[in-house]
């Protein structure tokens, strides 16, 4: 067991089929993002002639949604090219924590995974909830 061997567990053709997942998905979010950050810009703009208190707080809490909406779409996007980028590496698939793959299943649902179901309910109970996002 001394010889560490970087298997590849997945097949090639369902590899490029997560591939073509995630860069579609990729291209969904990229979307999103600018969506965001257009809607929030409009908003920026717009506040220039709202003197209105009320209305001023309303928009400053729109804006802060709009904001970690997007910060949200970025860390989606940035999920994605990590796992694209793992897919170039040969370690998709492959939990990051514990190097067992990763189940089909947990792939199909989250292309994104990192980390096997067991891993991954390790580290959120390790965190805590505070990272969990409520949105
Ligand atoms: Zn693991």
Do not use: W
């Amino acid at each position: 067991m001394s010889r560490r061997v970087r298997l590849r567990y997945m097949e090639q053709e369902k590899v490029e089929h997560f591939r073509s997942v995630l860069l579609e998905q990729l291209r969904q979010h990229t979307d999103n993002v600018r969506e965001n950050q257009e809607a929030a810009l409009e908003m920026v703009a717009a506040d220039d002639g709202v003197k209105d208190s009320v209305d001023m707080s309303l928009q400053d809490v729109s804006q802060e949604l709009q904001f970690r909406l997007g910060e949200r779409e970025s860390q989606i996007v940035a999920d994605i090219d990590q796992a694209l980028l793992r897919i170039d590496e040969g370690a998709y698939g492959e939990c990051a924590r514990c190097g067992k793959p990763i189940s089909e299943r947990r792939l199909e649902a989250m292309p994104t995974a990192r980390y096997d179901a067991e891993c991954q309910s390790l580290i959120e109970a390790s965190q805590g909830l505070d990272d969990i996002s409520t949105l």
